[in-house]
């Protein structure tokens, strides 16, 4: 997907489900990340783009899940102060998992292993397809946060 729909589905579901900006803004930023850790974003090559593999290393999931509950184990440790901290990180983490799904839906993302990909092909990146794909699930989500959050 282009980087406006992973902003755009990924920022309605988390806000559905929260309710809340901050998390909301913390996930958007997430829903980039593993394209920006290869290097490319938003139409612009960054300096270390091609140094990894697309949707390899930096679409594994199992990083980010191991992420996600490290920060949860640790925030115990560290307490209050840094509860807030540690919330974004996990948001930001959650992002980063909702861009993994999402790319998951029009090619292939690793899941289990690194080089073992797997995923379906609904849409081609960049097409009306895509679009159509996020505007639908827009909708869904606002259709679920009006009738939840009456």
């Not at 697309?54 to 184990?73: E, I, Q, T």
């Not at 807030?84 to 799904?101: E, K, V």
């Not at 869904?140 to 009456?150: A, D, K, M, N, S």
């Amino acid at each position: 997907m282009k980087w406006v729909s992973h902003e755009v589905v990924t920022g309605m579901a988390v806000y559905t489900l929260t309710g809340a900006l901050v998390p909301t803004a913390c996930a958007m930023a997430g829903a980039v990340l593993p394209d920006w850790i290869e290097g490319k974003g938003g139409g612009v090559r960054l300096p270390w783009a091609g140094l990894l593999a697309h949707r390899g290393w930096s679409h594994w999931p199992l990083l980010y899940v191991l992420g996600f509950l490290a920060l949860g184990a640790f925030g115990e440790e560290l307490g209050e102060d840094a509860l807030s901290l540690i919330l974004a990180g996990r948001f930001i983490l959650l992002g980063a998992l909702f861009h993994i799904a999402e790319d998951a839906l029009c090619g292939k993302v690793p899941l289990l292993h690194p080089k073992k990909k797997v995923g379906v092909r609904l849409f081609r990146v960049g097409s009306f397809g895509e679009y159509a794909f996020a505007l639908v699930l827009v909708l869904f989500f606002y259709g679920i946060g009006r009738l939840v959050f009456r």
